[in-house]
């Protein structure tokens, strides 16, 4: 089975761009995350949708950030405008159903200068 | 606030000598437990679930086990290719599938 697959695997950008990940989940997986990876504050949740849905975005830090889920195998998270404290490793993960593990793709390395 | 400890942050084993890692939580309520490993520019992989006190999974030198408090990933006979950062995440109850991870174990084997 084809894992997630986030795109693109690295960004570099200026500050005040938009910028914009994609991710593919799993086939067949109900649930989305979006999660973001620092050295300081390792791996936090920025938004989860289920059947599609958002269900719980309260990790999404300012209305800069924004994600989609138009279908059930893809979404979008958007930074607009993007600022250099959006630096990250950016990682999409899908799951099955309730209890079942997540599963991540290898993440959008984004770098805002 | 449900809060999720690893310890230590960095553990350097010699090839062979075997150790454990833990995770300590708060989370009232523990609907599972997962462990995950995790390799420089690649996403977590799964690696374990566990659902109650007492339970256990093996696979090849890992074993994880898992107490009303705290879990414990046990490294027998390490080699460098168990070089890794480990994770644990912890998901409470409820329809939510909403996990809390800490910020893991660095885990480094020398030959």
């Known amino acids: 089975d084809a894992g997630v697959i986030q795109s693109p695997r690295h960004e570099v950008t200026e500050m005040g761009q938009e910028v914009t990940l994609r991710c593919k989940p799993i086939?067949?997986?109900?649930?989305l995350f979006w999660y973001r990876q620092t050295m300081m504050r390792g791996l936090e949740l920025l938004i989860y949708f289920n059947n599609n849905v958002p269900i719980d975005d309260s990790g999404m830090p300012e209305d800069r950030f924004s994600a989609k889920m138009p279908n059930a195998s893809f979404s979008t998270l958007k930074i607009q405008p993007s600022e250099p404290r959006d630096s990250a490793v950016y990682f999409c993960?899908?799951?099955?159903?309730?209890?079942?593990?997540?599963?991540f793709g290898d993440g959008t390395r984004l770098s805002i200068l | 606030e449900d809060q999720v400890t690893q310890s230590p942050e960095a553990l350097r084993l010699q090839e062979g000598e075997s150790s454990s890692l833990n995770c300590s939580y708060t989370v009232s309520g523990l609907r599972g437990l997962f462990w995950y490993r995790q390799d420089p520019g690649k996403g977590p992989e799964f690696l374990f679930t566990?659902?109650?006190a007492g339970e256990e999974k093996e696979k090849e030198r890992l074993k994880a086990t898992l107490t009303k408090k705290e879990s414990f990933l046990h490294i027998t006979a390490p080699k460098p290719e168990d070089s890794a950062t480990y994770l644990c995440a912890v998901q409470q109850p409820g329809g939510y599938q909403k996990v809390t991870f800490g910020t893991g174990t660095k885990l480094q084997v020398i030959p």
């Open positions: 086939s067949g997986h109900n649930s």
């Open positions: 566990l659902y109650s």
């Open positions: 993960a899908s799951s099955r159903q309730v209890n079942q593990p997540q599963h």
